[in-house]
């Protein structure tokens, strides 16, 4: 959930809530108890999760490098063995 910031309009006291986007919150201030508005924040706690981003791409492509190199070296030792895989049902 994204944090907000909301100041006292009476006060100025700044506070920070946590709640959904789609949330419509009447916040009142922790010292005074007048109504707050929220503001536009700079500090941010927005993280990108899952994969395919600029900031793990190059990482988990090189993992993704070593992990085919060590397959295709698998699979050429399999031929020369004369275990060669004919259906995707034969991968063990």
């Known amino acids: 959930m994204p944090t907000y910031e909301?100041?006292?309009?009476?006060?100025?006291?700044?506070?920070?809530?946590?709640h959904s986007i789609t949330a419509t919150l009447e916040v009142s201030c922790n010292i005074c108890k007048s109504s707050c508005q929220r503001i536009?924040?700079?500090?941010?706690n927005f993280v990108l999760k899952?994969?395919?981003?600029p900031s793990?791409?190059?990482?988990?492509?090189d993992q993704m490098t070593k992990k085919n190199k060590h397959l295709k070296t698998?699979?050429?030792?399999?031929?020369?063995?004369?275990?060669?895989?004919?259906?995707?049902?034969?991968?063990?």
């Open 40 to 44: 536009f924040s700079m500090n941010t």
């Open 6 to 18: 909301y100041k006292c309009k009476e006060c100025g006291n700044v506070q920070e809530i946590m």
């Open 56 to 61: 793990q791409g190059f990482r988990i492509k």
């Open 74 to 92: 698998k699979m050429i030792e399999r031929e020369k063995s004369g275990e060669g895989v004919t259906k995707m049902s034969d991968i063990k």
């Open 50 to 53: 899952g994969g395919d981003w």
